[in-house]
């Protein structure tokens, strides 16, 4: 299994970027699938995450309003397009996978990709 993320880079703050993550060898149909970030000297933290069972999704307080997850089982990929970027969204966000329904933070989560930097600049 592998999840392999992409589209992080260096933007300035209210800037946008959308985050994607491919899955492979791994029926996404069946896993929830989240998002994580990690800053320096930081622990990881969940940032979104989106419902196999029913679809619903959820958000760290920090980024409601602002970030938003989406997947497409078809292709193996899920989303998160980040608006309204700040520099304390900076960090290395990771894709996460995991057979719970509810996933809000590390427990549970099965699988992690490499993660893809994501800095903001003031």
């Known amino acids: 299994v592998r999840l392999d993320e992409s589209g992080g880079g260096l933007v300035q703050t209210g800037d946008s970027l959308r985050l994607s993550c491919i899955a492979s060898?791994?029926?996404?149909?069946?896993?929830?699938m989240a998002w994580f970030r990690q800053a320096p000297g930081k622990e990881r933290e969940f940032v979104a995450s989106?419902?196999?069972?029913?679809?619903?999704?959820r958000y760290t307080d920090s980024v409601t309003g602002r970030f938003t997850i989406s997947r497409n089982n078809a292709e193996y990929r899920n989303y998160l397009q980040m608006d309204n970027l700040r520099p304390e969204d900076t960090a290395v966000y990771y894709c996460a996978a995991s057979p719970q329904a509810i996933v809000t933070g590390l427990h549970g989560v099965t699988y992690w990709g490499k993660g893809t930097q994501v800095t903001v600049s003031s």
């Open positions: 060898a791994l029926n996404v149909r069946y896993y929830t």
């Open positions: 989106s419902n196999w069972k029913d679809d619903s999704t």
